[in-house]
């Protein structure tokens, strides 16, 4: 993470709204949207459009989705694409340029 974007962070964190927010989208990615998610698959529920996930290579989704692709396979429509990022967690501030280069070769090959 560059200087800049590492301030922000810290900036960020100090203000209890902000911090408030982050811990209630980490507690519905571990709740309420795995609930929905459950309830989606039980219907039969399918994502329309082409898929790409992108995740870091040293943060744990491995170790709590297991294979990450595998897990969407069923949700997934015709396209389903996804590769692990050498990054800790901000794959975005860690590997900009990585990121942007997975994204424009997906969205190029996409119809």
Not at 52 to 67: A, E, H, K, N, R
Request: charge should be negative.
């Amino acid at each position: 993470m560059d200087a800049d974007a590492y301030e922000d962070y810290r900036r960020a964190i100090h203000d209890p709204a902000t911090v408030h927010a982050m811990r209630e989208a980490h507690r519905a990615g571990l709740g309420v949207d795995r609930e929905h998610d459950e309830a989606d698959r039980t219907a039969a529920r399918r994502i329309g459009c082409p898929l790409q996930l992108l995740w870091p290579t040293s943060d744990d989704m491995v170790d709590l989705y297991g294979d990450v692709l595998s897990d969407w396979r069923d949700w997934a429509g015709d396209r389903l694409d996804g590769d692990p990022i050498a990054s800790v967690h901000h794959i975005v501030e860690e590997a900009p340029e990585v990121l942007t280069t997975a994204l424009l070769e997906f969205w190029r090959s996409t119809p």
